[in-house]
């Protein structure tokens, strides 16, 4: 009867990889198969830094036999367990891998899943790599025309943004989404990522950028006819009257209960600088227009 010893199984698997004077080629089928047995082996005894290692290996030999999709699958497995072990590095390099290994067959949902596997799991610990990671599984999806695929993963990286307090990124995330939403018709998604776009951009307390958000996104037509569209437009008019009460009761609006959660958040607390200081300057402006003819 064979040995079930994972460990014993991975010294067999390894030197049926290696060369010697009576073994002139790899028997990578024999090897995997072991690997294979090894890892779950691995990792019912909970050995988790074996299972891990013994799936990588198992993925390599996978790929070896010309096998990319179940080689992906195995690396998927390695990293769950580097996950397991806090391997921040691994979790991000498996899981590329894997991505890779399914892009090679063809499959870009499968691909940007494990990108988006391993942005989750490195949110709190590695939240700048986190991003780059949905920001990969984004393109990914947009480059296969998929991008109503790829709404959760907007989501996602601009909820990491604002928690880095990164808004400006935020914000240009946000009406990223908006574009793609155009893209397949989700008009609903559309509407909801330029009006966050638009609070993000007020929360920062930059209602200059806000104010150009606005007038850039009231130039789509689907936009300009919609409930944020009107919601929008009253959190401006708030702003320039300085009017803080409007601007409190606006953020409190069905419209806006309707956004995702972190931005409802950041809504309710609208308005975070001085509008008053806003309102002045506005009047300033409005009691002296240039006279282009008078030299005086």
Not at 126 to 148: F, G, N, R, S, W
Not at 211 to 220: A, G, L
Not at 267 to 279: E, H, I, Y
Request: hydrophobic content about 40%; charged content about 30%.
């Amino acid at each position: 009867m064979a040995s079930s010893d994972p460990h014993k199984l991975m010294v067999k698997a390894d030197k049926l990889t290696k060369l010697s004077l009576t073994r002139w080629s790899a028997d990578w089928k024999s090897a995997t198969q072991l690997y294979e047995q090894a890892a779950n082996g691995f990792r019912v005894a909970k050995n988790i830094e074996q299972a891990k290692i013994a799936f990588e290996k198992a993925s390599q030999g996978q790929e070896m036999l010309s096998s990319p999709w179940d080689a992906a699958k195995h690396m998927e497995s390695a990293a769950a367990l580097a996950k397991e072990l806090r391997n921040w590095r691994e979790v991000a390099d498996f899981y590329r891998k894997a991505s890779e290994l399914y892009n090679e067959c063809g499959r870009s949902q499968p691909a940007s899943d494990a990108l988006a596997k391993a942005a989750r799991a490195l949110e709190d610990a590695v939240p700048e790599d986190a991003i780059q990671l949905y920001t990969d599984a984004c393109i990914m999806l947009e480059e296969d025309d998929k991008e109503q695929m790829a709404f959760d993963l907007y989501r996602a990286a601009t909820n990491v943004y604002i928690k880095l307090e990164k808004y400006a990124d935020a914000a240009t995330f946000l009406l990223r989404w908006g574009l793609a939403a155009d893209k397949c018709n989700a008009t609903n998604s559309q509407c909801k990522a330029y009006l966050s776009a638009i609070i993000v951009y007020l929360y920062a307390n930059d209602f200059k950028q806000a104010e150009k958000c606005y007038n850039d996104c009231s130039q789509v037509d689907a936009f300009l006819r919609s409930d944020q569209n009107r919601c929008a437009t009253k959190l401006i008019s708030a702003y320039t009257e300085g009017d803080v009460e409007e601007i409190k009761r606006v953020a409190q609006s069905s419209t806006i209960s309707n956004l995702d959660h972190l931005i409802i958040k950041l809504a309710r607390k609208l308005p975070t600088g001085d509008v008053s200081a806003l309102k002045k300057a506005n009047a300033v402006q409005d009691e002296e227009p240039l006279d282009e003819n008078d030299l005086t």
